[in-house]
């Protein structure tokens, strides 16, 4: 991820977090892991990493992927994306790929994150392709069907009218998807963020992957190791565990939301696939895997006044 953030994180900090998961998805992909004939493009190099490490990513990257995908096949296709914080993400091109293409995909960075993707998008035919009609600039890409935007969520009233003004429509379904972006902001800013996208947007669906359990062990091992290159876990402090995630839906206008931590997640997953990966590294202990798991949790919630069934029933994830 790399998510816009208030002090004391610092944004250089928060903005490295890309190059990180970017790197362990490399290594995971290169590993076998999962399909991504994109990710070579933004991010060129891997360094070898845990198989904990990569069993938490392939989770993460596949329960979202189905989620994404049950959307879009709900509405048809009849609809739209924006993506928070996405870094170097590759969904665009994936579901390009597949054809399977909202009506408009807006990711939201950065400046300086979405001029370095800009530039990669630029320069790689294989990435440019997939763009119909591009108009590209330093920092900024418009298209027939992607936007790259640069903007702050920390500023709620300046990110709502960009984006509009980059053409998403209130009245298309539109999935909110938010990658270890939420944690790095302050509470209160996450909750205007939050309640933005319930009141313009009512028929719609919040999707965010997020660390959680900060006060464990394990939890404040995590926060010191992020506080020590700068990162603070800013909105894990107020939204700590899958409670309150729940809650914070709630109270900022959403419904039937739920969360449910990434252990049990990867219990849902498709489990001819599972023993797949599994094979794919030797874990010496599961219990490390288990820890690392329970530290982060997937959750969502829902508006659906044009009663498209949208996700209404809670995530399906097999």
């Known amino acids: 991820m790399a998510a816009s953030v208030g002090l004391p994180s610092d944004d250089l900090a928060v903005q490295a977090t890309n190059d990180d998961a970017t790197s362990c998805k490399r290594y995971a992909v290169d590993r076998g892991y999962w399909k991504d004939e994109f990710i070579r493009y933004l991010y060129r190099s891997s360094e070898k990493k845990s198989p904990e490490i990569s069993r938490g990513y392939y989770a993460r990257v596949k329960s979202i992927h189905i989620l ?30 597949r054809k399977k293409l909202p ?5 939201v960075d950065f400046p300086t994150v979405t001029a370095r993707k800009s530039h990669c998008i ?20 418009r298209s027939d069907h992607y936007v790259l935007l640069p903007a702050d969520l920390r500023d709620v009233k300046s990110l709502g009218k960009q984006l509009i003004d980059a053409g998403l429509d209130p009245n298309l379904p539109t999935l909110f998807l938010a990658e270890c972006v939420l944690a790095y902001v302050e ?5 205007d963020v939050i309640r933005w996208t319930a009141e313009h947007f009512k028929t719609s669906v919040f999707l965010n992957y997020d660390p959680i359990n900060p006060f464990d062990k394990f939890g404040e091992i995590m926060k010191q190791n992020l ?23 709630h109270d900022n206008g959403w419904e039937g939301a739920w969360s449910m931590d990434m252990a049990e997640v990867y219990a849902r997953l498709p489990r001819d696939d599972v023993a797949r990966i599994e094979r794919i590294d030797f874990l010496d202990e599961r219990e490390l895997l288990d820890q690392l798991l329970r530290h982060y949790c997937l959750s969502g919630a829902h508006l659906d006044s044009q009663q498209l069934g949208a996700m209404d029933d809670g995530p399906t994830i097999y």
């Open 68 to 97: 994404v995908d049950q959307f879009l096949d709900r509405t048809q296709q009849k609809c739209q994306l924006v993506t928070f914080g996405a870094g170097s993400d590759t969904l665009h091109w994936l579901l390009w790929k």
């Open 103 to 107: 009506a408009l995909h807006v990711e």
């Open 122 to 141: 630029k320069t790689r035919p294989v990435l440019l392709e997939a763009l119909s009609n591009p108009v590209i600039t330093m920092e900024a890409i």
């Open 187 to 191: 509470g209160a800013k996450v909750n």
């Open 227 to 249: 506080k020590s290159r700068g990162c603070a876990l800013l909105g894990m402090e107020t939204c700590p565990d899958s409670e309150s995630q729940v809650k914070r839906y």
